[in-house]
């Protein structure tokens, strides 16, 4: 039994599912049954009983979870104390991130963390990856999340991807296309599509999904947005968005204030994660952030 085990039960007993447990660990679905799987094995107990719709905790279950949580915050509070007695936690952080999608994942943890460390600053800045590398090169940031495809031959900058980020076709509530299924791609495309520049390169089988479908590439992006703009622009057109699947984003499509279109032969996403400078020249305090992103948000790649 190891920590990760340990929070990832946890996260299913919180959400009451294993997809939406799975979704908030980022990681699949299988990966998820299958360490909770070995976790009962090892212990020889049930922990979880599947019901219709909800996943609830056995009384081992039940047992494990409330000592899960004392373990976490005791470990958590452990690493606290000893990086205050080593001097980390009264500095500052810079930290630059997507508009899109980003934010939202980044705000809950960035959040935690400076409850954790109440002397520590942490500033940062939304703009397009050119505009946060272009910041990130000349020292001004401390690391990035985002799409982790850059520029080739670049020794200077690591991008280490930590997740896969799948993205939607995405209408207000109010759209003539709203809950239709097996729509099109050439349907959908009878609307404005709004995307922003970067993902032609970023979104894998971007081209391959057009060229496919009999279609030129749509029209040009629109640009970098942020989530509240593209949610108020949906709301009051007829407007078609290619959104990524996280934040507030997904929460709007759950609350049914959003509707994602449903277009099998759409498979879209991108690589997210870390890019920062490979000269090792972090602060403490930006290594321990860095280091917190990639553990919150690390997952297996396919």
Known sequence: MDLRQLRYFCAVVDQGSFNRAAEALNISPPALSLSIKKLEQELAVTLLERKPGRVLPTSFGNCLY???????????????????IRGIG????????????????????????????????????LGSYAYLL????????????????????????????????????VVGQRHPLAGKRNLGLAR?????????????????????TFTEAGLSP???????????????????????????????????????????????????????????RSDDGLSPDARLLLEETRRELAAPLN
């Not at 409330?66 to 606290?80: G, K, L, P, Y």
């Open 66 to 84: 409330t000592n899960a949580q004392q373990i976490q915050a005791c470990v958590e509070s452990t690493v606290d104390q000893l990086n205050r």
């Open 90 to 125: 009264n500095g500052r952080v810079n930290v630059g991130l997507l508009p899109y999608g980003i934010p939202s994942a980044m705000g809950e943890l960035i959040g935690r963390f400076c409850d954790r460390y109440p002397g520590l600053r942490v500033q940062t800045a």
């Open 134 to 169: 272009g910041r990130l090169n000349e020292g001004e940031l401390d690391f990035m999340v985002s799409e982790v495809t850059g520029p080739a031959g670049n020794r200077r900058i690591v991008h280490e991807p930590l997740f896969r980020l799948r993205y939607g076709l």
């Open 188 to 208: 959908v495309m009878e609307y404005r599509l709004a995307y922003a520049s970067t993902w032609r390169v970023v979104l894998e089988n971007w081209d391959q």
């Open 218 to 276: 749509p029209p040009p992006p629109m640009g970098e947005a942020t989530d509240d703009f593209l949610k108020a622009m949906l709301a009051n057109c007829n407007m078609v968005a290619v959104l990524p699947m996280i934040g507030t984003i997904k929460d709007a499509i759950e609350s049914g204030e959003l509707a994602e279109l449903h277009v099998p032969r759409v498979d879209w996403y991108s690589r997210v994660g870390l890019v920062y």
